[in-house]
Each structure stands twice: as structure tokens, then as C-alpha cells.
């Protein structure tokens, strides 16, 4: 099974070509999920929603699931922001927290905005662990999806994480959750939580996606996506990183890490393989 992870296109910033690259992609990667870790538009206008529907009408025709982020809640127009502030969101995707599954994947979606902050999120740890432990009952990998992360890999971006990542991270290691897709930083990560979240039961695989098609990208993270390979017994996960590269104008694989699964969860099964050295 594979899964297309997407994050912060940002439609109203996106790059013609950079869109038209990743169209052009997905459906020779044919993954069996594409995932859009949120801030989907830039600024929460209609027309970016429009203009995100119609992308994500483009792709492959596989259960998608999306969640919003920051940028998809109204930030100037304070009394929608305050009352209605996912009303944009929902007019073109629909509820907030949806689940999807594929095979053996069970996928949750969370809303992790706050209305009342402008670009922190949070989630309650009671909420996640049931709504994990529902959605993944039988399946053989559970993924959970949540705009802002629980890890990041810079530093200096640790600020951006989730405000409970502790708690949250706990409760999803409780539900035995396998992945957790995020964004939020543009800028990538794959890891696993053994450094981060040493204490935990049982540990899972981390996909942090740059901005897919955004002009927003920073230095030395080009806009990217990441694909999760899963073997047919959910025992082996393959994690590559593919960066859009400008000269070629299309999409190359990057960086390549393998996990397994043990009996506490996950472990990187190797060291990473940077393909863009090779
Ligand atoms: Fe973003
Ligand atoms: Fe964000």
C-alpha cells in the first residue's frame, strides 16, 4: 500500500508549474491514499477553497482525506474567525475530522486549529485516543492526520508543535498508533519518536510534508511530498521524500528511510539514504 502525503499547498500562493509537476506525478506513483495535512489556502478566501477542490478533484481517484490548518480559518474577518471559523472549510471539504480507510489502513483525520490563536494548534488527549481507538479497531496500521506536529525537525520551529505534543503523542502511543502525518513548518521530516518521545508505550513512525505547491517554501526545503511505502503485512515501512526540482521541473525522490515494526512499535531500520548525494 502506498500513501501520497501532502501538505500546505496553500492555494493562493501556489506555483503553476509546481502544481502541474505534482498532477503529473501522482498518477504514475499511483498510491492507494493521498492525505492533505492542511493549510490548504493561504488565506481562507472562497476562491482558494474552489481552487483546492479542484486540485485535489484532479488526482488519482482514491480515498483522500484532508484536514485544515491555520491558515484555513479566517484571519482578518475577526467575527467569522470567532463564530464560524471553519465555514469556509466546510462549504468545499466538509467536516473537519473525517476517517478514511484503505486496505488495511484506518486513517483519522484532527482538527487541531484554535480560533482563538493564530498559528498554534492543540488537541485534547482524551479525544484523540478514542477517536483512534474507534477508527483503527481491526485495521493493521492506524494513521493519524493533524495540521501542526509533534515534533519538528529544526530547532528553531519547535514552538510550532502541537501546544500538548507530550500528552497528545502519549494518547496516540495508547490507541497504538502507527504513523502521524503532519506539516505546518514547511520543512520535512521522517523519524521515529524513540529520540523525541523516549517514554513512550509503544512507538510510531513521523511524516512532517514541506508545502507541496506554495511559493512559501524556506531555505533548503524546495517544495516536496512524502511517499509511504507499507509492505503487505504492515510489518516494514518505506519513507521517501520527493523534492520538486526547478531545473528538471518535476518531482525527484530525495531522501529514502526504512522502519520496522517490533514488539514496542517502530524502529528506523536503517540509516538514511540520501539519494540526491548518490
Ligand atoms: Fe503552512
Ligand atoms: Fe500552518
Not at 500562493?13 to 492542511?38: C, F, H, K, Y
Request: charged letters at 20%.
Amino acid at each position: 500500500m502506498r500513501i501520497a502525503h501532502l501538505s500546505d499547498p496553500h492555494f493562493g500562493t501556489e506555483v503553476p508549474e509546481v502544481v502541474a509537476a505534482l498532477q503529473a506525478a501522482l498518477p504514475v506513483l499511483r498510491p492507494d491514499a493521498i492525505v492533505v495535512s492542511g493549510d490548504i489556502t493561504q488565506r481562507a478566501r472562497p476562491a482558494e477553497f474552489d481552487a483546492a477542490a479542484r486540485f485535489v478533484d484532479s488526482l488519482p481517484p482514491v480515498p483522500k482525506l484532508l484536514v485544515p490548518g491555520n491558515h484555513d480559518l479566517p484571519l482578518f474577518n475577526l467575527p467569522l474567525r470567532l463564530l464560524l471559523p471553519d465555514q469556509g472549510y466546510r462549504r468545499v471539504f466538509g467536516a473537519p475530522e473525517q476517517e478514511r480507510h484503505a486496505g488495511p489502513l484506518s486513517f483519522a483525520g484532527f482538527d487541531a486549529t484554535l480560533r482563538w490563536r493564530h498559528t498554534r494548534g492543540d488537541l485534547q488527549a482524551a479525544h484523540v485516543q478514542s477517536r483512534m481507538a474507534a477508527v483503527g479497531g481491526g485495521a493493521a496500521l492506524r494513521i493519524a492526520v493533524m495540521h501542526q506536529p509533534l515534533h519538528t525537525a529544526l530547532e528553531e520551529d519547535r514552538d510550532e508543535c502541537l501546544l500538548s505534543a507530550a500528552a497528545i503523542a502519549d494518547a496516540l502511543a495508547g490507541a497504538d498508533t502507527d504513523l502521524v502525518l503532519s506539516g505546518h513548518v514547511h520543512m520535512p521530516l521522517l523519524a521515529d519518536t524513540r529520540s523525541v518521545f523516549p517514554r513512550l508505550r509503544r512507538h510510531f513512525v513521523l511524516s512532517g510534508a514541506g508545502t507541496a505547491v506554495s511559493h512559501r517554501i524556506r531555505s533548503g526545503a524546495p517544495n516536496s511530498f512524502n511517499l509511504l511505502d507499507i509492505d503487505e503485512n504492515c510489518l516494514r515501512i518505506t519513507a521517501s521524500l520527493h523534492a520538486f526540482d526547478a531545473a528538471a521541473g518535476r518531482f525527484m525522490p530525495a531522501t529514502v528511510r526504512h522502519y520496522q515494526r517490533d514488539a514496542d512499535g517502530w524502529r528506523a531500520a536503517s540509516p538514511a539514504e540520501n539519494l540526491s548525494q548518490l
